[in-house]
């Protein structure tokens, strides 16, 4: 079985069709400022990373690791993460972004991704993550709920129906999205 990335639980929530283009061109879209200078600044961050206590996270005696590849076939979900905060009864995730906005429904679908990831790996429950903000440097704790696990299985089983059907998905219903998009000329039906 084909293994779906985490970060396409970020765009299915974000945008379904973004998944759908992913899956059937991939290549096709093109690399926008904004994914660019993110790659950029996640660099940077992770060295400065390394010079912060880990007071801000709440998980003092923990071990950072960065880039951290995690697959699990039950789960269908496979994906590196940017950072893996551990101890002996504990782990969390850190996830860096370029952005000025608050945390999204999309990017808590990819921190519950990313923490099924580590309870299939290291057997430890992860009830809260992070979303680390790069321009401001600030830390946005994501409690990580039943529901949200659930919610992260239907939406694998929702990528896996659209791939089996062949069927392109609906556009975002916020078309403001639509105007940063990689896939922007791809979509006829909402220009």
């Known amino acids: 079985m084909?293994?779906?990335p985490v970060t396409e639980l970020r765009q299915w929530t974000y945008c379904p069709?973004?998944?759908?283009?992913?899956q059937f061109m991939p290549g096709a879209g093109q690399m926008t400022f904004k994914m660019r200078e993110g790659l950029h600044a996640q660099e940077m961050i992770e060295v400065l990373e390394m010079r912060r206590t880990l007071r801000q996270y709440g998980l003092e005696?923990?071990?950072?690791?960065?880039?951290v590849w995690l697959q699990d076939e039950s789960l269908g979900l496979?994906?590196?993460?940017?950072?893996?905060?551990?101890?002996?009864?504990?782990?969390?995730?850190?996830d860096f972004k370029l952005t000025s906005g608050d945390v999204g429904e999309n990017q808590r679908m990819q921190?519950?991704?990313y923490a099924l990831l580590v309870e299939a790996a290291l057997g430890l429950r992860v009830d809260r993550t992070f979303l680390f903000r790069i321009p401001d440097?600030?830390?946005?704790?994501?409690?990580?709920?039943?529901?949200m696990r659930s919610q992260v299985r239907h939406i694998v089983a929702e990528v896996r129906r659209m791939k089996e059907r062949e069927e392109i998905p609906?556009?975002?219903?916020?078309?403001a999205r639509c105007v940063e998009c990689e896939y922007a000329n791809f979509c006829a039906d909402v220009w």
């Open 17 to 22: 069709r973004v998944v759908y283009f992913h």
């Open 170 to 175: 609906g556009p975002t219903a916020i078309r």
């Open 61 to 67: 005696g923990a071990t950072r690791e960065f880039n």
């Open 137 to 147: 440097n600030r830390v946005f704790p994501v409690e990580i709920t039943d529901e």
């Open 2 to 4: 084909e293994l779906l």
């Open 111 to 113: 921190l519950t991704g």
């Open 78 to 94: 496979s994906g590196k993460l940017d950072l893996l905060l551990r101890g002996e009864t504990f782990a969390s995730v850190v």
